[in-house]
Structures are given as structure tokens and as C-alpha cells.
């Protein structure tokens, strides 16, 4: 059954969920989470939830990427839906664009899809990736990067200069790691399961962590 949280101007949704499961009546729940931008900690907070009525959240459907990416890094399946209208500068791409114009450097540019060996996408925004990068593909962003899957190939964040830039993955192990100047090889050993990674420079050196709080700064 399709349950849908309230708008998130009227009311929060954790005053509603309770009731929300409560007149469900169904022990599979598809959760409809609107512009709603929830991190890690709360969906552990609305899972516990969901077992302590004696239900299961089967999927969940959200307008925002960061909600999305932390339910893939919760284990759940989700997927991303765009809510109507689209804001201006946000805009979808299924396939890299040659060349951006000044006047699109603001926002996020969306590709879903794989990227393989060979595959070169570019933006002089962020970018989120809605599929994997493999080895041999190659994301350059002058904002930050995230991808929603494994970067296994090579990424270039804050490819203007940009020290804040960051770059994001539900598994980051990439070949070369590029953020403004530095450059740094991706860890060898493997993710911890259900823990999405970030990286970012501090005192000019790329880290890695685990990434609880996603989001996407324009570019």
C-alpha cells in the first residue's frame, strides 16, 4: 500500500507517521516522502517506526536526490521522481552536454545511467549520477559530484578551483580522486555496508567518511 507524508510546509512528518501506518492496514508499505529531504538518522527514526506497527517499507519514492541516496545507503530500494514544475537551472540531462553556456552554471546536472569505460561526462555545475562509474569512465564537475552507486572510475570535483567541492558516493572506490589541485587513489579496502562515503580536502589533503548529511551545492 502507497503512503504519502504531508507536505512539508504544512505539517512534519513525524507527527503523522504513526497515524499515517495505523490506517494502512497492510503489512507492505510504499512510502511516498515528497519534497522531503531526510538524511540517514531519519530514516532509521521512521524505520523503527514502521517495525514497531508490525509493518515493512517495501520502496520509497522522493522529489529529492539526498533522500533518495540516503535510503540506497539504508539499504532500501528507492528511486528519484521529479515533482512538477521543474525549477529553473534544474535541469535533466540523460546524455552529457558538448558545452554548457554561462547562463547554466547554477544547479545540478542530472545523467541516469551507467558510465563506462571510455565515457567522459562534464558540467560546469554539480552532477549526480543516477547509476554507477566504472572503471575507465571519467566525472568532471566545477561543483560537487554524487553518485548514486558505485564510482569505481575517475572524479574531478571543484574543477575551477573550488575547495569545497565534494565528492559523493553510496561506494567510493574510484581510481584517482580530483578535487580542486589535489589528487588522491580511492581506498582499497572495502565499504562499510549500508554507509555512503564522502570525500572533501582539508588542509589541502583529500579524506574520506562516511557521508550522513548528502546534498548538492550549485556549481
Keep these: 500500500m502507497n503512503i504519502k507524508l504531508p507536505n512539508h510546509r504544512d505539517q512534519h512528518w513525524r507527527d503523522t507517521i504513526k497515524d499515517l501506518l495505523d490506517n494502512a492496514n497492510t503489512g507492505c508499505i510504499d512510502l511516498d516522502c515528497g519534497d522531503w529531504s531526510l538524511t540517514y538518522t531519519d530514516l532509521q527514526d521512521l524505520m523503527a517506526e514502521v517495525e514497531q506497527s508490525g509493518q515493512r517499507l517495501d520502496s520509497l519514492i522522493s522529489n529529492v536526490p539526498d533522500t533518495v541516496v540516503s ?13 512538477a514544475p521543474i525549477c529553473s537551472g534544474d535541469l535533466l ?3 552529457p552536454p ?5 547562463t547554466q552554471s547554477t544547479g545540478v546536472m542530472f545523467h541516469q545511467g551507467t558510465l563506462r569505460s571510455g ?16 572503471p575507465g569512465a571519467t ?3 566545477c561543483g560537487d559530484i554524487l553518485v548514486w552507486g558505485r564510482l569505481r572510475g575517475v572524479a574531478h570535483a571543484g574543477a575551477k578551483g573550488s575547495t569545497q567541492a565534494r565528492i559523493i558516493a553510496l561506494q567510493l572506490r574510484p581510481l584517482q580522486l580530483r578535487i580542486a589541485d589535489a589528487v588522491a ?3 582499497d579496502d572495502l565499504p ?18 562516511p557521508a550522513e548529511v548528502l546534498s548538492l551545492q550549485p556549481g
Design 139 to 141: 566525472v568532471t564537475a
Design 119 to 134: 565515457d567522459y561526462l562534464h558540467s560546469d555545475r554539480s552532477i549526480l549520477v543516477y547509476g554507477d562509474v566504472n
Design 71 to 83: 535510503a540506497r545507503a539504508f539499504g532500501l530500494e528507492a528511486r528519484l521522481q521529479r515533482s
Design 98 to 102: 558538448a558545452k554548457e553556456s554561462p
Design 93 to 95: 540531462h540523460t546524455e
Design 192 to 209: 562499510q555496508p549500508g554507509l555512503a562515503e564522502q570525500a572533501s580536502l582539508r588542509n589541502g589533503v583529500i579524506r574520506i567518511d
Design 185 to 187: 587513489r580511492g581506498p
